[in-house]
C-alpha cells in the first residue's frame, strides 16, 4: 500500500513563503511521476508542478515556486515564495506507481493580502 502523506500548508500573508512536503511510504525515487496539485474552491484540481522526465511548472507558478525530493527522507518539497492570495487553495502531492496514482489527503494554503 503507497501513502502520501502533506504537511506544511497555513496561513501567510502575500510575499511570504511556505514549504509543503509530501512523505511517501515507500522510495521517493521509485515513482514514475510526482506532483503537486492545487485545488481551490469553485475551481477543478490544477496542476502546479512536477517530476518526471523532467521539470514543469504551471506558469502561473514559474520562479516562484521549486520542487525537488529528498531520498533519505523519502520526501517531496514544495517551496514556495512570494506568495500571492491566488495561490491560496488546497494543496495535494500525487505520485504514480506501475501506472496508478496514489494521493494525499491535502493541506491548505491560504495566503492574505
Known amino acids: 500500500q503507497v501513502q502520501l502523506v502533506e504537511s506544511g500548508g497555513g496561513s501567510v500573508q502575500a510575499g511570504g513563503s511556505l514549504r509543503l512536503a509530501c512523505a511517501a511510504s515507500r522510495s521517493i525515487f521509485s515513482f514514475s511521476s510526482l506532483g503537486w496539485y492545487r485545488q481551490a474552491p469553485g475551481n477543478q484540481r490544477e496542476l502546479v508542478a512536477l517530476?518526471?522526465?523532467?521539470?514543469n511548472y504551471a506558469d502561473s507558478v514559474k520562479g516562484r515556486f521549486t520542487i525537488s525530493r529528498d531520498g533519505a527522507e523519502n520526501t517531496m518539497y514544495l517551496q514556495m515564495n512570494s506568495l500571492k492570495s491566488e495561490d491560496t487553495a488546497v494543496y495535494y502531492c500525487?505520485?504514480?506507481?506501475?501506472?496508478?496514482?496514489?494521493w494525499g489527503q491535502g493541506t491548505q494554503v491560504t495566503v492574505s493580502s
Open positions: 500525487r505520485g504514480r506507481v506501475n501506472s496508478v496514482d496514489y
Open positions: 517530476i518526471a522526465s523532467g521539470i
